[in-house]
């Protein structure tokens, strides 16, 4: 049986921030619950909702609220996190998960129950794999509790590295002293950091040498204290590499792997480190894996489609996948399975 609610917002800046430009959060909110809203003075009126949407509307409008009376100006894109990661019981998923960066353009969020769970994995682990397709928030997310922790002072530096793995051009060739031959590996890296901070904060950080760019084959022998250590695109890495990297953790430091098992560039017959690894630290204690799939994709909807439409065209990808343990250790550490490829 449909249910009418009517919320009476008596501050009217709340009710402008909870409406949003244009009512945009409104509309968000319809099409992700169905029903339809309306206003009228200091009233929102929403009409077409079952019992459980109109549970699920209530949860949303009360955490807006408390969203802006907290000083925040929620956007479609927050509401739109919310709706996915709402349930009926009360719970917020997203309260302990959001990234505040001092200095940066704004808050950063997780757009599913997935990536939500792998920020708290890389709070609550020194050592946080996350594996998952294109466009997942991997690298984004990463980066985000990197500039947080390094910049709130929490750790002194941050260390980017990845493999290089050449294609028909040998890194030596390239012109320029180290930091030049390596930046164009790690663009995707600084991409990110982009979108997060000002271009004077991150030049600024280059200068005092608290952000450290490396090539992965230069971390042998290194002690790495005190600071967040991100291993970009592991898979691929050999199984020598990956051990490599993860025995340079220091005291005080913490460490993200991300990585594509859909995506090896290794010769043939070289197995990958991050599958390896995948199968041999699942049960480790202080180690977590976060698995994201096609469901937590956020860069464009059309990714998704072209992530199945790959994965059904090469059905030989699936024994790779399934070798690193995705789908027992997704369930094994509680995480949201909504999709899987």
């Not at 501050?11 to 319809?30: H, M, P, T, Y």
């Not at 998704?304 to 995705?326: D, N, T």
Request: glycine residues 8%; charged residues 25%; hydrophobic residues 40%.
């Amino acid at each position: 049986m449909d249910e009418s609610i009517t919320i009476v917002l008596d501050d009217q800046k709340v009710l402008s921030a909870v409406c949003g430009a244009n009512d945009g959060n409104l509309r968000v909110i319809e099409h992700s619950l169905g029903g339809r809203i309306a206003t009228r003075g200091n009233q929102l009126r929403v009409e077409g909702l079952d019992a459980s949407g109109s549970r699920r509307f209530r949860v949303m409008m009360e955490r807006l609220i408390n969203s802006v009376e907290q000083g925040e100006s929620p956007s479609p894109d927050f509401v739109k996190a919310l709706a996915k990661t709402s349930g009926e019981d009360g719970e917020d998923p997203l309260r302990d998960a959001m990234i505040y960066i001092p200095h940066g353009f704004g808050k950063v969020f997780p757009r599913s129950l997935n990536q939500a769970a792998y920020i708290r994995g890389m709070r609550s682990c020194d050592i946080c794999f996350c594996v998952g397709p294109a466009g997942t928030g991997k690298t984004y997310l990463a980066i985000a509790e990197a500039l947080r922790l390094v910049l709130s002072k929490k750790l002194r530096k941050l260390v980017l590295t990845r493999p290089v793995v050449e294609a028909g051009e040998s890194l030596g060739y390239l012109p320029g002293d180290l930091a030049q031959k390596i930046s164009p590996y790690l663009r995707p890296l600084y991409d990110a950091m982009e979108a997060l901070v000002p271009y004077e904060i991150i030049r600024r950080m280059e200068e005092s040498r608290t952000i450290e760019i490396a090539p992965l084959a230069y971390m042998r022998g290194r002690s790495l204290n005190d600071c967040m250590v991100i291993l970009d695109e592991a898979q691929n890495t050999t199984k020598e590499q990956l051990k490599m990297f993860l025995t340079r953790i220091g005291e005080g430091a913490r460490a993200v792997v991300t990585g594509d098992v859909t995506q090896i560039d290794l010769p043939r017959r070289v197995d990958s480190g991050l599958l390896h690894a995948a199968s041999i630290l699942t049960e480790v204690e202080g180690v977590y894996f976060s698995w994201l799939s096609t469901a937590d994709v956020v860069r464009n909807p059309l990714i998704k489609k072209i992530i199945r439409a790959y994965a059904a065209a090469s059905p030989q990808a699936s024994p790779a996948i399934s070798a690193s343990g995705i789908s027992a250790a997704g369930r094994a550490e509680g995480t949201h399975d909504e999709e899987r490829p």
